[in-house]
């Protein structure tokens, strides 16, 4: 049930890069590019960077009125270590490992509610 919830949200982020009216932004940071995507009201949807045109680093995702709703790492096109994914009052702390996930953890009010490996 979590790793069909994590697909769905790794299907939104996916299908939102692609239908969007706003043009996203690329800026050359160093070595690396930071790409901004937005939301057709003008708010960001995501942000982060890519690097040979991997997404790599840090990316945060945003719903339509600017709240945070996803934030983890990439290194080199595959997903990293922490990821966190905000939903109401629950987050939702994923342990990502060879791009698979390897634990999750659901965090409500700075308690633990339920922990799958």
């Not at 966190?84 to 308690?111: C, G, H, M, P, R």
Request: charged share 25%; glycine share 8%; no cysteine.
């Amino acid at each position: 049930m979590m790793k069909q919830a994590i697909l769905i949200l790794a299907v939104v982020f996916s299908a939102q890069i692609y239908a969007q009216d706003i043009k996203p932004t690329f800026e050359k940071e160093g070595k690396m590019v930071k790409a901004t995507y937005f939301h057709d009201n003008g708010e960001v949807a995501q942000t982060g960077f890519l690097l040979d045109g991997k997404l790599h680093g840090q990316w945060s995702m945003y719903n339509v009125e600017g709240k945070k709703i996803v934030s983890g790492r990439y290194e080199n096109g595959v997903r990293s270590g922490k990821w966190f994914f905000w939903k109401n009052d629950i987050l939702k702390e994923v342990d990502f490992q060879d791009n698979k996930i390897a634990y999750v953890k659901d965090w409500n009010n700075a308690q633990v509610v339920s922990v799958d490996k």
